[in-house]
């Protein structure tokens, strides 16, 4: 996905895991281990995501502890079932042209051919 559809990925990775991250900074007064646990591993895979390293890895775990925030905490389910549905259209989508997960990877291409007579 070159230009302009690679950009919107660059974009709305950097979008979910500046949510992801900043959702860690509003954490300061609850300091129990059990409520800022699923918080910081999920500001983990927010760093992961800024890079675009491992993203369908990272998205398919981000759906999974944002449905367990959603339905274990008390509190607005509603963000964490966001990031969540996020998290599954990160993982379908893959991470685009300007991420690690291109660079390292790159695109995969398959030609069909057609049999010789």
């Not at 860690?24 to 800022?36: C, G, I, K, N, Q």
């Not at 890079?51 to 905490?73: D, K, N, P, R």
Request: charged content about 15%; cysteine-free.
């Amino acid at each position: 996905m070159y230009g302009l559809p690679g950009v919107g990925l660059l974009l709305f990775r950097m979008a979910v895991a500046a949510a992801l991250i900043l959702r860690v900074a509003e954490l300061h007064d609850r300091a129990s281990v059990p409520t800022t646990a699923p918080h910081v591993i999920a500001a983990g895979i927010g760093l992961l995501l800024l890079l675009g390293s491992w993203t369908a890895v990272a998205g398919v775990m981000l759906a999974i502890i944002e449905s367990v925030l959603a339905f274990s905490h008390n509190g607005d389910p509603w963000v964490s079932v966001l990031l969540s549905s996020l998290g599954v259209a990160l993982a379908l989508l893959g991470a685009g042209t300007w991420s690690v997960d291109a660079r390292r990877f790159g695109w995969k291409r398959i030609e069909i051919r057609r049999p010789e007579e």
